[in-house]
């Protein structure tokens, strides 16, 4: 092999690593957001069963809306309290670490307080 064919193929295995390098940093970077997302699952997943755990120990399983106000002579009187456990719910969720606004419901709360969920609290 000539020494020319020699620095030829050293250069297209130097611009070969280059793209390899590239590509593994991009694929680095993916994996660095998958394994963040999958911890913060993780901690949300760990966060919901205790809070089912409980819920479920205390024997304050919500029923749906419908199954409450089926009864049309309790109707009006339930849907009071409803609407005050509703919010005592969003409230307790919002203390436990959970998203209660529409932009990111049901999420755990990673950076302190949200202003769409106090604003939300506060009507």
Same mark, same amino acid.
């Given at each position: *092999? #000539?020494?020319?064919?020699?620095?030829?193929? *050293?250069?297209?295995?130097?611009?070969? *690593?280059?793209?390899?390098?590239?590509?593994?940093?991009?694929?680095?970077? #993916?994996?660095?957001?998958?394994? !963040?997302?999958?911890?913060?699952?993780?901690? #949300? @997943?760990?966060?919901?069963?205790?809070?089912?755990?409980?819920?479920? *120990?205390?024997?304050? %399983?919500?029923?749906?809306?419908?199954?409450?106000?089926?009864?049309?002579? %309790?109707?009006?009187? !339930?849907?009071?309290?409803?609407?005050? !456990?509703?919010?005592? @719910?969003?409230?307790?969720?919002?203390?436990?670490?959970?998203?209660?606004? @529409?932009?990111?419901?049901?999420?755990?709360?990673?950076?302190?307080?949200?202003?769409?969920?106090?604003?939300?609290? @506060?009507?």
């Amino acid at each position: *092999m #000539e020494n020319k064919d020699i620095f030829t193929h *050293m250069q297209a295995l130097e611009t070969q *690593m280059g793209k390899v390098h590239g590509d593994l940093g991009t694929l680095k970077l #993916e994996v660095k957001k998958l394994v !963040e997302e999958n911890q913060r699952l993780l901690l #949300e @997943n760990e966060q919901l069963r205790k809070i089912l755990k409980r819920e479920s *120990m205390e024997g304050r %399983l919500p029923l749906p809306t419908a199954e409450r106000t089926a009864d049309p002579l %309790l109707a009006g009187k !339930e849907a009071i309290d409803v609407v005050g !456990e509703g919010y005592d @719910n969003l409230a307790r969720l919002y203390h436990e670490g959970f998203h209660i606004c @529409n932009v990111y419901y049901g999420h755990l709360r990673t950076e302190g307080d949200c202003l769409f969920c106090l604003s939300f609290l @506060n009507k």
